[in-house]
């Protein structure tokens, strides 16, 4: 009998406490923390031939713009080759060799420019992330430079 | 048993009801129920906070920023005195920031915070703290939270009523707390001879509209006293400044009795418009003394200090019409000014009641010369003529004064322990609170603007004893924050502060939180040092000195191994941070270092100097956390005898053979 009380008492104080202090509609009710959806396979609507950014069609010459790929020399001394060799090797990254052949242009911009984004939803670089434990930091490119890098890749790789 | 069962339940309910039913209802003015105060001071995870409140750090030297209502410390700027967590002071390009015209000071005492305004609202650029020991004033940037520039002055002994600010930041005031002889006057005199040759000196600091630097417009020579506190004159007194004085009995030993004898004391009102008027015409006298200028660039990442030996000087004495007195009951402390700027209140801090003067009836009065006499050639106002009215029996002790948007005005109440509101109109009093304990100064949002915005009030309270867990003999310092939204106002939070609290100023986020830089461009980094990309890094030996330019990124160091350092160099490890991205600075560390770390944001490129004191390995590190291979972020530094031939070797990732015969045995 006692602990029928009891526990109606707590109840009652329960519901009291919680449906009645929450009806202040004056104070502003906090935002969900974490506002990010995910089925089962990823997000269905995330296209991980494109990835997710800015970038959506990017055109690509049939041959190397030799200017353009040494500017994007210039950015990787700078930006990039702290944690990428232009060889397979990896060193904090994935080597750069063959890279425009694993992915698109549009991926490769959009990763460079929406790294957290993309790190949080791109199953390539969840995959990547396995093996580096190193989040790619978002180096605050320009387009152009992200361009001018992607124009140096394909060099890299052979383009001439 | 069952009676006593049945008792408790319906108590649950009416606790219940207690606590729980004030929250739905409306929020009234008799509302002094405190159940609701964790609601109005609780910020969710991931929620921001209503306004920034930057508050002195009085011993400490630096400056706190709070978040409001939830009472959050977000940072502590370093500005008077070295502060280890940050380099502040150790890194070669922040040591000038703390020279002075006595060399380094590493430690002051910051008391007084005013953020810049334009048309007499806060704008968000730049907040400014005195340092009252050795005189200066220190301008932080709210781009970067930074001390950006410090200037000392001249002919002071202590800053005590400054940073104020005029309503379109054309000056920043400084008044000497203690008054000395002239810097370019032989000071080896009797100090009982302080009436002949004691002076009392404020300064008009210009402030660049555009870019903030600082500069000693003028000087005015006063009387030998103390100047206290301050306040610019705003809408019609603006192009007037007030100060209060304490000491005019000039004491010069016990001032605790000694200065205590008058029945009034002065407030100075200064025609600060028609000092501009004398300079312009030549009028000021150019006077030789020594005073250091610091900036701070974030381009070259670096400070410089100079040292500037003149200052012009206007003597308020032979230039008549630029100062008055008017007498103020026994040692004023704060003399503030009311929002739209016709009072100005005076709190003398041994008193028992507050005057309240009117600047229309100053003006009167100086028209009529309606004068009851002079101070060493100074007009005193006659007291009646000037006066608007007294608060009677507001409490003991008023201390400071500041305003709502509805009329009001808050006294703190030293002696008494306790904020009193009162009515400007009618110099009523409409509520009193206590403060535990002990209540220094206070602060209203906006409160010594033209708008204030009369949601919070936060009294510093000098006393914390058992407010918070007991710490042993030293406590941390209490501030508490009151809603005074309503006609009563409601204690709703203590929390603890940095140092000790004075004068602090509570700024709507939305000023201020859309400017913050996140990194620092590398494309924009002039240090000449600056590593462009690890491809850049080297060592380089100039006789004795070792300039090393490292880098530092996710999640190593370059170069991370360094041979060919003999005993006797002087290492200078120069590192740029080639991060570009928000909140990944890299630390640096390096054993036995007597000088300190380094703490580098992304971008920036900072300077340890380094005495190797023995022959040996030397591990190196990154201290602030950056990554999942934060621990593998190191290296070593061989050390080698003076004279030792091992050669200058640096790299990264290279294994290069033996260099010497060291390890061929």
Redesign the interface.
């Known amino acids: ?2 602990k029928l ?2 526990v ?3 109840g ?2 329960t519901m ?2 919680f449906s ?2 929450g ?2 509609s ?2 502003e009710t ?2 969900p ?1 974490d506002e990010t959806k995910k089925s089962e396979n990823g997000n269905p609507s995330y296209d991980p031939h494109r990835g997710e950014g800015k970038f959506t069609k990017v055109e690509v010459g049939a041959s190397l713009d030799a200017a353009m790929a040494e500017t994007g020399n210039k950015v990787f ?3 990039c ?3 990428h060799k232009l060889t397979e090797e990896k ?2 990254g994935p080597g750069w060799k063959g890279v425009t052949a694993r992915h698109s242009p549009e991926w490769i911009m959009n990763f460079m420019t929406n790294t957290d984004a993309m790190i949080d939803k791109d199953p390539k670089v969840q995959a990547q992330l396995e093996i580096c ?3 790619m ?4 490119l320009t387009d152009a430079d992200a361009r001018a890098l992607y124009e140096f890749q394909r060099k890299n790789d052979g383009v001439k | 048993m069952m009676k006593k069962l049945k008792a408790t339940f319906p108590a649950f309910v009416s606790i219940a009801l207690l606590f729980g039913m004030p929250a739905c209802k409306p929020k009234n003015a008799g509302n002094t129920v405190s159940s609701d105060a964790a609601d109005k001071v609780y910020v969710a995870p991931g929620q921001y906070d209503k306004f920034y409140n930057f508050v002195s750090g009085g011993f400490s030297g630096q400056m706190s920023v709070y978040g409001l209502p939830s009472g959050r410390l977000l940072r502590v700027i370093p500005a008077f005195s070295v502060d280890p967590e940050k380099g502040w002071g150790y890194s070669e390009e922040t040591k000038p920031m703390l020279n002075t015209s006595h060399g380094f000071v590493p430690w002051d005492d910051l008391h007084h915070v005013q953020v810049s305004k334009t048309n007499g609202e806060y704008d968000g650029r730049w907040v400014f703290g005195n340092a009252n020991n050795t005189p200066r004033v220190a301008r932080i940037d709210l781009k970067t939270f930074r001390t950006v520039e410090i200037i000392e002055l001249p002919n002071s002994g202590g800053n005590h009523s400054s940073p104020f600010i005029t309503e379109n930041t054309e000056y920043v005031v400084a008044g000497t707390r203690f008054s000395v002889p002239p810097d370019d006057k032989n000071g080896d005199v009797p100090i009982n001879t302080y009436k002949q040759n004691f002076k009392g000196t404020i300064s008009f600091i210009s402030v660049g509209k555009e870019d903030g630097k600082m500069d000693i417009a003028f000087q005015i020579q006063c009387p030998g006293f103390n100047f206290d506190l301050s306040r610019a004159g705003k809408g019609v007194s603006h192009g007037w400044f007030f100060f209060s004085c304490y000491n005019t009995e000039q004491a010069n030993t016990l001032l605790e009795v000694n200065a205590s004898q008058k029945d009034k004391d002065f407030i100075m009102a200064v025609n600060w418009k028609k000092a501009e008027e004398y300079l312009k015409a030549g009028k000021g006298r150019k006077q030789t003394v020594k005073y250091a200028h610091n900036i701070y660039s974030d381009i070259t990442h670096s400070a410089t200090s100079e040292i500037r030996t003149e200052v012009t000087v206007l003597d308020a004495k032979e230039l008549k019409d630029i100062c008055y007195f008017f007498p103020c009951p026994k040692s004023p402390h704060g003399c503030d000014v009311s929002p739209g700027g016709e009072y100005i209140v005076g709190s003398g801090k041994l008193a028992a009641l507050i005057p309240v003067f009117s600047f229309e009836k100053i003006q009167k009065a100086i028209a009529a010369k309606d004068y009851i006499g002079e101070f060493e050639g100074i007009p005193i106002l006659k007291y009646e003529s000037v006066l608007y009215g007294e608060v009677q029996k507001p409490g003991l002790g008023p201390l400071h004064t500041e305003f709502d948007n509805k009329g009001n005005a808050y006294t703190s109440m030293f002696v008494s322990s306790e904020v009193v509101k009162w009515s400007l109109k009618d110099l009523t009093v409409l509520d009193r609170v206590p403060t535990y304990y002990s209540v220094g100064h206070l602060t209203v949002a906006g409160g010594d603007t033209k708008t204030p915005n009369g949601k919070y009030l936060v009294a510093y309270n000098k006393i914390t004893k058992d407010r918070f867990l007991p710490t042993g003999p030293e406590l941390s310092q209490s501030a508490q924050l009151y809603d005074i939204s309503g006609d009563k106002m409601q204690l709703i939070l203590d929390y603890p502060t940095i140092g000790e609290p004075h004068y602090a100023q509570i700024v709507p986020a939305e000023l201020i939180k859309g400017n913050s830089v996140k990194f620092f461009k590398m494309e924009e980094n002039k240090n000449p040092y600056f590593s462009n990309g690890e491809g850049t890094t080297k060592v380089v030996r100039e006789g004795n000195k070792v300039h090393v330019n490292m880098t530092a990124i996710r999640s190593h160091l370059t170069p991370d191994n360094i041979e060919g350092i003999r005993m006797g160099d002087e290492v200078y490890f120069h590192i740029t941070n080639l991060e570009q991205d928000w909140d990944v600075p890299h630390g640096f560390a390096i054993k036995g270092a007597s000088n300190a770390e380094l703490l580098i944001m992304p971008g920036e490129t900072q300077t340890l100097k380094w005495n190797p004191d023995k022959v040996g390995i030397f591990p190196m590190y990154c201290t602030d956390f950056c990554s999942a291979l934060h621990q593998e972020m190191s290296g070593y530094i061989r050390v080698s005898p003076a004279g030792s031939n091992v050669p200058l070797l640096f790299s990264t990732g290279k294994n290069y053979p033996a260099s010497d015969s060291a390890n061929k045995k």
């Open positions: 009998m006692k009380f009891v109606a008492a707590i009652c104080l009291l406490t009645w202090g009806c202040d004056n104070t906090p935002a923390v001394g700078v930006k080759s702290s944690c060193l904090v434990l190193v989040r930091p978002n180096q605050n």
